[in-house]
């Protein structure tokens, strides 16, 4: 009953919409209609009186005076020799060039260019005259016999340049006469033209019209498929909640076992007196704390990664720094466990660059993983190989291994074994592949079921280029000459 009542609902609003836009649109069309009118009768008025543009004549008249004034007022120097009236030959010499540039911009025809360009070489003939005349006159000669020569020579420069000008005049008289042309087949075109084209104008918007009356239709079966998209999106959002949750269980599980570990020390400390105990003790927990940091460290850097804002801080280093960082690190979880730790560096030692915290904490995820699945009295193996561009690092441990099917996914966000999934869900392997992956390596793993597994990282030996970068800071360089159980603490400061 509700559903229908919605239904008949929706339903009304879409006709009352129909009816607005049917009125929209007839009021466009009518007002199309009478505009359309008045245009017409505008044309029609228009075409009997056409403004003719006579600038261009006028300015040709002007460019002739001055060329005209600039030859008499040099003849009357050479005359007279006067310095007021070379100054204004000179002054009349750059008017005419500076209006014959002007003109050329300001009346864009084809043959104008050409013309002008013309007038330039016989200003070039005029000037080379006047330089004549002037050396007749610094060598004294009598200025009627100088002037005489100049009005010889320019007579021609003067005929020379009216008929350029009278060319001007020809061709813009020749476009103006088109233009007359053009403007009265334009208007009377255009009184036959807009009525036909109004009632294509009508036609079409009858066509629109139509096609959005359909349109109303399609778009009601678009609401469908959007509410059965809302459906799907709340679908995936409460997947979203769900992962979420699983994501919390899944530090928290991460969580559990150096907790448990500091919670048993501080049991076994209550009771006992053994100094050299309670110091091994204290180094365990000291490495559970660290561990701690270290996954919460893990977390922020993958929300980083995410975001796409993860930026690193990188050093040229030696390969054998972040291995004694691990090894005191990890040495006390290792001897709780029975597990003995061999790493394996090259001699010489090797160069890289990378982010110091960040590349130790991969190595201790993996050096930690590789304890944690090993059984005890085995070994856990680092080596370091390196190429021209890689130094690589692999990490070999004694446990149960993973097997094929599994090994696509092992560096999907929390991914663990069934079989191992009691020792925590594994978030260190997904901020493993992000952190070497941001450096410009690989990550890879080799493992047989039964046999163990080897977790290979590579590291750059030059810089990345691309990489997302930040200099490092005052403490960060300090934290390298720290002693190597507190350089955690430099970093976090």
């Given amino acids: ?50 403004n003719v543009d006579a600038g261009a004549l006028v300015e040709v008249e002007r460019l002739r005076n001055i060329a005209e004034s600039q030859i008499a007022t040099s003849r009357s120097f050479f005359l007279l020799g006067s310095r007021a009236l070379f100054d204004q030959q000179k002054k009349d010499k750059q008017t005419l060039a500076e209006s014959l540039a002007g003109f050329e911009k300001k009346y864009d025809l084809p043959q104008i260019p050409e013309i002008v360009k013309r007038i330039g070489l016989i200003g070039q003939q005029h000037q080379e005259i006047f330089d004549q005349a002037m050396e007749f006159r610094e060598k004294q000669t009598e200025s009627k016999i100088v002037g005489q020569f100049y009005q010889s020579k320019t007579t021609p420069i003067r005929k020379q340049i009216n008929e350029a ?30 009525p036909r084209g109004m009632a294509w104008f009508t036609g079409l918007m009858g066509f629109i019209f139509v096609c959005l009356s359909f349109l109303v239709v399609l ?14 999106l709340y679908d995936e959002a409460k997947n979203a909640v769900l992962a979420r949750d699983e994501v919390i269980f899944a530090i928290s599980r991460d969580l559990k076992e150096p907790l448990d570990t500091i919670n048993e020390i501080a049991d076994s400390l209550t009771s006992s007196t053994d100094t050299t105990l309670a110091a091994d003790r204290a180094e365990l927990i000291k490495s559970s704390i660290l561990g701690i940091e270290d996954l919460i460290k893990d977390i922020g850097d993958q929300k980083k990664a995410d975001m ?32 003995r730790l061999q790493f394996d560096s090259v001699n010489p030692p090797v160069l890289a660059f990378f982010d110091r915290e960040r590349v130790v904490r991969v190595l201790a995820n993996l050096v930690g993983n590789a304890i944690k699945f090993s059984p005890k009295h085995s070994k856990v193996i680092v080596k370091v190989r390196s190429d021209q561009q890689f130094v690589n690092i692999s990490v070999a441990d004694s446990g149960p291994g993973i097997s094929e099917k599994q090994l696509p996914g092992i560096f999907d966000h929390f991914w663990q074994a069934r079989k191992t999934a009691d020792q925590g869900p594994g978030v260190g392997l997904a901020i493993v592949k992000t952190i070497v992956e ?56």
């Fill in 1 to 50: 009953m509700n559903k229908n009542l919605k239904k008949s609902v929706n339903w009304s609003i879409e006709r009352k919409a129909l009816i607005a836009l049917s009125f929209i649109f007839v009021a466009v069309i009518l007002s199309a209609w009478v505009y359309a009118m008045k245009l017409r009768q505008t044309v029609a008025a228009n075409n009997a009186v056409i």
């Fill in 165 to 194: 000008l009278d060319e001007i005049v020809r061709v813009h008289n020749a476009e103006l006469d088109r233009a007359r042309t053009f403007a009265k087949d334009a208007a009377y075109e255009a009184q036959v033209q807009i």
């Fill in 219 to 232: 778009m009601l079966r678009q609401r469908m498929r959007h509410l059965a998209e809302r459906n799907r």
């Fill in 308 to 339: 796409g804002t993860l930026t690193l801080r990188l050093d040229q280093l030696g390969i054998d720094e972040i291995l004694n960082d691990a090894r005191i690190i990890l040495q006390p979880l290792a001897k709780h466990r029975d597990i």
């Fill in 438 to 493: 941001a450096h410009g390596g690989t990550v890879r793993v080799d493992s047989h079921v039964g046999y163990g597994s080897t977790f290979t990282f590579s590291l750059p030996r030059r810089r990345p280029v691309g990489a997302n970068l930040k200099r490092p800071t005052t403490i960060v360089k300090q934290a390298t000459r720290l002693p190597q159980a507190e350089i955690y603490e430099g970093l976090n400061s």
